[in-house]
């Protein structure tokens, strides 16, 4: 399907990389695997945002506390490491009914204001460490955070405790609130998305429709998944997303999605709609969902914690998002003076193909491979220009988002 053009600075946000194989460790290289356009199913009409609104009533410190030593640790600053968990609740996948007794616990759902209605947006987060932080999406409690309203959270027993936004990142759809008080809240287990295969069982929790402590489950369809989210520039998020086809609907948004371990490997935040437009015109799950990586997560409200804020790397160039679907690459459509694109010699009509020897299909595919880093590393970019194809390296900037 097609979207309305719409230029968009190819910056990204604090990201740790996820791009690669996504097997567990294999004892050859994993084969390269292209990345697929977010734009290929002509049966999707809009990518929406998970939330329920009115009516229908989301630097120093290595943590290396992973369980497979073999993957790399992601470096965190403002999360206290030691209030985290990371060990599977289950030492083997277990079935869905102990998937769901171990983390419905771990599971909230989140009450904020929306448009002045005090209950008028529904979601769901998850506990992230024992000082009483939850993760969920920036769309859930973005509304109520501008204008100073109330978000409760409510917990798997029906108790009520207010919240209150610690950091957002639009970027990348996530927030972090806290809860004082909260040291009866379970921590959810920390796994990791890089582990996932496509096929393999996951399990979703949360509140869709306003339904607490729903939990259903399907497989992962696909993995390293570009898509957006949103109706407009200022409202859109880029994920490389985990697709899964277990059933997510409005309310679902900044839930975890769990492996049969009991671990989150990613937040729920999008679904791809068959023409129905935004849910409260009456769309809803048809299969095709998608979460946010649990990395990213760790990154995101590491920064959150440390700072108030995340970031997001920026390149300086602004891309094709839209028209017609594009298979060959991301096509520059102009170079920011003074730019890291500009000190790297991009040039306007350059066509992008690769990003660090991972093909990138379409401008999406490209910010999304970019977002993925962090301020300040330095890639690769394979460029077609005038039908030569050359090697350029960029060096990323970073901006607040």
Do not use: C
Not at 187 to 213: D, F, H, K, Q
């Amino acid at each position: 399907m097609s979207q309305p053009t719409r230029a968009f600075s190819a910056t990204s946000a604090s990201v740790p990389s996820v791009t690669g194989p996504v097997l567990p460790p294999p004892a050859a290289p994993a084969p390269e695997r292209a990345r697929p356009s977010g734009w290929v199913w002509p049966v999707v009409a809009l990518l929406a945002l998970v939330v329920g609104v009115a009516g229908g009533v989301v630097g120093g410190i290595g943590y290396a506390e992973w369980n497979d030593d073999e993957q790399q640790p992601v470096t965190t600053v403002g999360l206290d490491t030691s209030g985290l968990d990371t060990q599977p609740p289950l030492q083997k996948p277990g079935s869905v009914a102990r998937v769901a007794q171990e983390v419905l616990p771990s599971t909230v759902q989140i009450i904020a204001e929306f448009e002045g209605v005090e209950a008028g947006a529904t979601g769901s987060g998850f506990v992230l460490d024992d000082q009483g932080h939850i993760v969920t999406n920036n769309h859930v409690v973005a509304d109520a955070a501008e204008n100073d309203g109330p978000i409760e959270i409510v917990d798997q027993d029906g108790n009520r405790q207010n919240a209150t936004v610690v950091g957002r990142s639009p970027v990348y759809d996530l927030a972090v609130l806290h809860v004082a008080g909260a040291d009866d809240l379970k921590p959810a287990s920390l796994g990791r998305s890089e582990s996932l295969r496509v096929g393999e069982p996951v399990v979703a929790i949360g509140a869709p429709l306003g339904l607490s402590s729903t939990v259903t489950s399907g497989i992962v369809s696909a993995l390293n998944r570009p898509v957006t989210t949103g109706s407009t520039a200022d409202d859109s998020s880029y994920i490389n997303a985990v697709q899964t086809d277990a059933a997510i609907n409005p309310g679902n948004s900044g839930g975890p999605l769990v492996n049969l371990q009991g671990q989150v490997v990613g937040v729920n935040s999008a679904i791809a709609t068959n023409g129905g437009g935004s849910f409260d015109e009456e769309a809803g799950n048809i299969g095709v969902g998608f979460a946010i990586p649990v990395e990213q997560v760790i990154v995101t409200a590491d920064q959150i914690l440390e700072s108030g804020e995340a970031q997001y790397p920026v390149i300086g160039a602004r891309v094709q998002t839209g028209g017609p679907t594009q298979l060959d690459g991301a096509t520059v459509d102009e170079v920011l003076a003074d730019s890291p694109a500009e000190e790297a010699g991009l040039e306007d009509g350059d066509l992008i193909t690769r990003v660090n020897g991972l093909r990138v299909t379409d401008g999406i595919a490209l910010i999304v491979a970019i977002r993925t880093h962090q301020p300040g590393e330095t890639i690769e970019f394979t460029v077609e220009r005038d039908g030569d194809e050359q090697k350029i390296q960029v060096t990323l900037d970073g901006e607040v988002g």
